[in-house]
Structure formats: C-alpha cells, structure tokens
Antibody, heavy 115, light 106 residues
Framework: EVQLVETGGGLIQPGGSLRLSCAASGFTVNSNYMSWVRQTPGKGLEWVSVIYSGGATYYADSVKGRFTISRDNSKNTLYLQMSSLRAEDTAVYYC?????????WGQGTMVTVSS | EIVLTQSPATLSLSPGERATLSCRASQSVSSYLAWYQQKPGQAPRLLIYDASNRATGIPVRFSGSGSGTDFTLTISSLEPEDFAVYYCQQRSNPFTFGPGTKVDIK
C-alpha cells in the first residue's frame, strides 16, 4: 500500500527546534518529488518546501533559512528540520508526494509553537 | 508568487444538484492546476490534475476545465459524501493554493 506517515510534531517554545519525519511505503522517496505542506485555520494550505528527485531543494520565503528538507534513502524517509520556530509556524504539517500533483498525503502532524 | 482566488467562498446546494466552483490565477499557469477535496479531520485528497485529468479512483461526476488564468471544477450531481471544502493549487514554484470553497448542504 502506498502510504506516508508523519511523526515528530508537538509543543515547542518559540525559538526552539523540531524535526519532523515522514516514512514512506509502497514507493521510493528518492525517485519522487516530495514536499511539506502546512495548514492553519487562518491561512489555509501553505506549501513549505520541496526536494526534487535530483536533490535540489526549494523553500517558501516564510521558512527560508530556518527550515531544511532532507531525505534518508536507506530509510525511505523524508525529514523537515525546523529551527528558530515562531508562533506563526503553528500548523498541521503534511508530507506529500508530488507526482503530476500532490497525489499522496500523510495524515499530518501537529506542531504548536507556544510558551 | 501566483495568487489564486476561489469563488464562491461557500456554495449551499442539495444532493443531486450541480456544483460549479471557480479558481482564478493572478497570472497564467497554463494547465498546471490541480483540485483537492478536504473533509474535516482529514488530509486533502487529489481530485483533478493538469486542469482536467481525474486522479486515480475519482468518480466521473468530478470534472475540471480551463487554462491560463480561469479554471472550473464541476460536480455534475452532488452525492452526500461530496460536501466538503475544495482547494485549487497551481504548480509553478512557489506552489500556491487558493483559499477554498466550502460546499455545504442547503
């Protein structure tokens, strides 16, 4: 079964760091474009970052310099390292496969940035 | 950054009726537009990619059309499970989503 499972969310203080993981099954992460998308009640869906099959990475301006996307081919897992977290980073974070469009979504993991 | 505008914000219809949702881009996205459905507590689900292609397993009552800056998602006859929020998304980096159209029961 093709599936994505995110872990690593939680409550973190402003300025802190957190790493999200996304384990894939049924397909190979490094052969696909993979993105992180977040969702907040106030701002709807927001694309965060992408890693292409060739390894190139891109970020939304709102997270550039603070977030890093990466993958571990041996574990077939995607990561999002988040640092210097702000209250406005509070959201549900989804890992998604980009194959023509965002065709496979994980269940999401909640990140709450609050003191 | 390409801005997507969706209308209406809310569409109140009855089962069996036809739903027509609009998405407008601030500049041309060619045919690189997708539509997603989201129900409460669930992740979005891909319905349509490249403006008019149904994703795997999507019923034929869902159809997409348009190119350039104006796009439409049509649900030919609403089923009870179709009441949800629908988002459009363009695929030029940085990828952006529209604010959504909520289809609710009249």
């Amino acid at each position: 079964e093709v599936q994505l499972v995110e872990t690593g969310g939680g409550l973190i203080q402003p300025g802190g760091s957190l790493r999200l993981s996304c384990a894939a099954s049924g397909f190979t992460v490094n052969s696909n474009y993979m993105s992180w998308v977040r969702q907040t009640p106030g701002k709807g869906l927001e694309w965060v970052s992408v890693i292409y099959s060739g390894g190139a990475t891109y970020y939304a301006d709102s997270v550039k310099g603070r977030f890093t996307i990466s993958r571990d081919n041996s574990k077939n897992t995607l990561y999002l390292q988040m640092s210097s977290l702000r209250a406005e980073d509070t959201a549900v974070y989804y890992c998604v496969r980009d194959y023509f469009a965002f065709d496979i979504w994980g269940q999401g993991t909640m990140v709450t940035v609050s003191s | 950054e390409i801005v997507l505008t969706q209308s209406p914000a809310t569409l109140s219809l009855s089962p069996g009726e036809r739903a027509t949702l609009s998405c407008r881009a601030s500049q041309s996205v060619s045919s690189y537009l997708a539509w997603y459905q989201q129900k409460p507590g669930q992740a979005p689900r891909l319905l349509i990619y490249d403006a008019s292609n149904r994703a795997t397993g999507i019923p034929v009552r869902f159809s997409g059309s348009g190119s350039g800056t104006d796009f439409t998602l049509t649900i030919s006859s609403l089923e009870p499970e179709d009441f949800a929020v629908y988002y459009c998304q363009q695929r030029s980096n940085p990828f952006t989503f529209g604010p959504g159209t909520k289809v609710d029961i009249k």
